[in-house]
């Protein structure tokens, strides 16, 4: 199985991604050139998205149905902050009903009881559906979330796709064991399904997040209540109305959008849900650790926050560090749990490695996500845009030297210009917060031992870049660095396989490929007396 390196992918599609849809028709594309640091893209018309929302309800076994207090909250454009539209804003009481028909189909329903192939063919039917809807499904997600359509159509899509059908070949490998005992016994291990799943996704990576929590749960013959962010509702209605198309029974999965403080914190304090899964920010992994504890103790994975070292060792390829670094960084708009937020470059190329850094930044180009070529689009919304322009003002206040960018891009939307310090310390804000914005902090070190010590002086510990030359440089900091993924001379290689986590406060459990089975499974054990055994 080949790993999916987006880097790679981003560089074989930025020429030709858009092609087939131009061709088609679907996407206006105004030759107008990409604007690099200028006004000048925020004078144009935004194109208009090749996607109508068809779906804004929430969806409880089986049907879309509106909010029981009949609220609904906007979705916003973050290329306009315009209305997209007015989803039902699920609260407690929709959490209930989610909850009872995602129990109701575990305890009575036919998914737990249907045969592990049939649970594997509705799962692969879901997946071609998906690849046949991958233009609107990623159009979607653009609009509503801002990321380059170029990455959403080429990358993620089929990146969910990958991840189902990975999925959907585990369900009828799922088997116990037979164990051996000191005396007479038959004993055997069950591996069970946990029961209600609830799962909580970020709007960082919508669809993926939806594949990573959704695929094994439902593998493992559980059933689902997913709460979208409040930020991007719209693609996981689409794609959860595929799935019933695909044959998937009435309360398997359920979708509540709506807030954390209201329907997020009811379905992790609900007595009824056997499990909980979140991907999002530490502070709120550590309420919700607390909510599963204060009700039924039921187990948590959670996939939270991190301020990856992206390490540049003496023996580096300037030019290639340089380009691997700044993808690290900037990549979906700096909107990454595993983003290499902090660039440590060895003194001997420091300086190079700076103005070169600053020259790349100043080549990207950011735009309307929907423009051909654009490989940064707008912040998510204007909580973030304005978190990432305090952090900004935090670099320059604390005495880093601002090398480009800095500011606001444009004059419309939430769009943040590519921004590089250098000369940044240790103990600046910048170096040690998770700031997910295009912000990239440059640091200095002199030797391995003092890399290893200052990389691993972090709260967090959820991933780390490392680019050289020697085998026995990487060989040593693949072992000293205390996170949960290590990528040696690349950078967010991701597969369905490889599994994904953290180390300290980045969170609890593993997600992708087989690791992320037994966050949804129970084991059991059988022991039967034995009278008179062949052999033991």
Not at 25 to 34: A, L, N, T, V, W
Not at 233 to 238: G, I, T
Request: net charge neutral; charged share 20%; glycine share 8%.
């Amino acid at each position: 199985m080949a790993a999916l390196r987006i880097s790679s992918l981003l560089s074989r599609s930025l020429t030709s991604s858009l092609s087939s849809s131009l061709s088609k028709g679907k996407i206006s594309y105004k030759g107008r050139g990409i604007c690099r640091f200028s006004t000048a893209a925020s004078l144009e018309v935004p194109i208009k998205p090749p996607v109508k929302v068809e779906y804004t309800q929430l969806f409880i076994n089986g049907q879309f149905v509106d909010a029981a207090s009949g609220k609904t909250f906007q979705t916003l454009d973050p290329r306009t902050a315009e209305v997209i539209a007015h989803v039902a804003e699920g609260d407690a009481e929709d959490i209930n009903r989610a909850v009872a028909a995602a129990r109701k189909a575990f305890d009575e329903g036919p998914w737990p009881k249907l045969t592990a192939y049939e649970r594997q063919r509705i799962l692969l039917r879901f997946a071609d559906l998906v690849e046949e809807h991958n233009d609107e499904i990623a159009a979607l997600e653009t609009w509503d979330n801002g990321k380059p359509y170029e990455q959403a159509a080429k990358i993620e899509v089929p990146m969910f796709v990958r991840l189902m059908r990975y999925y959907a070949g585990w369900a009828d490998k799922i088997h116990g064991m037979t164990v051996p005992a000191d005396g007479p016994y038959h004993v055997q291990t069950l591996h069970e399904p946990i029961g209600v799943a609830g799962q909580i996704i970020p709007w960082n990576f919508p669809l993926l997040m939806y594949a990573w929590k959704v695929g094994p749960a439902l593998a493992c013959g559980n059933t689902v209540v997913l709460k979208t962010a409040e930020q991007t509702p719209l693609s996981a209605l689409y794609v959860t109305k595929l799935f019933h198309e695909a044959g998937l029974p009435s309360g398997v999965l359920n979708i509540v959008s709506g807030f954390g403080p209201t329907a997020g914190a009811a379905l992790c304090s609900h007595m009824d849900v056997d499990k909980l899964a979140f991907t999002g920010s530490t502070e709120t992994g550590k309420i919700i650790l607390e909510l599963a504890a204060r009700s039924n103790l039921k187990p948590v994975t959670l996939e939270l926050g991190g301020k990856s070292p992206f390490i540049v060792c003496e023996d580096a390829d300037v030019d290639n560090a340089v380009e691997l670094a700044h993808f690290a960084l900037f990549f979906n708009q700096g909107q990454c749990c595993c983003a290499g937020s902090r660039t440590y470059v060895h003194e001997r190329v420091y300086d190079e490695f700076v103005e070169k850094a600053k020259a790349r930044a100043l080549k990207r180009s950011v735009g309307d996500p929907f423009r051909q070529g654009m490989e940064q689009g707008p912040q998510v919304d204007s909580e973030q845009f304005e978190k990432v322009l305090r952090y900004i003002r935090s670099g320059v206040d604390s005495g880093a030297t601002l090398e480009t960018g800095g500011d606001r891009f444009g004059e419309k939307g939430y769009y943040i210009k590519p921004t590089v310090f250098s000369n940044v310390q240790d103990d600046m804000l910048i170096a040690k917060d998770e700031i997910f914005g295009p912000v990239q902090s440059i640091l200095q070190y002199k030797d391995l031992d003092e890399v290893i010590r200052r990389a691993n002086n972090s709260r967090y510990g959820l991933a780390a870049g490392v680019f050289t030359q020697s085998l026995e440089t990487a060989n040593t900091l693949m072992r000293a660095l205390r996170v949960g993924t290590v990528w040696i001379n690349c950078f967010d290689t991701f597969d369905a396989a490889i599994p994904f986590g953290g180390y300290k406060m980045s969170g609890i459990g593993r997600e992708k490929g087989e690791y992320s089975l037994k966050n949804y499974l129970q084991v059991k054990a059988v022991v039967t007396p034995l009278k008179n055994p062949a052999w033991l």
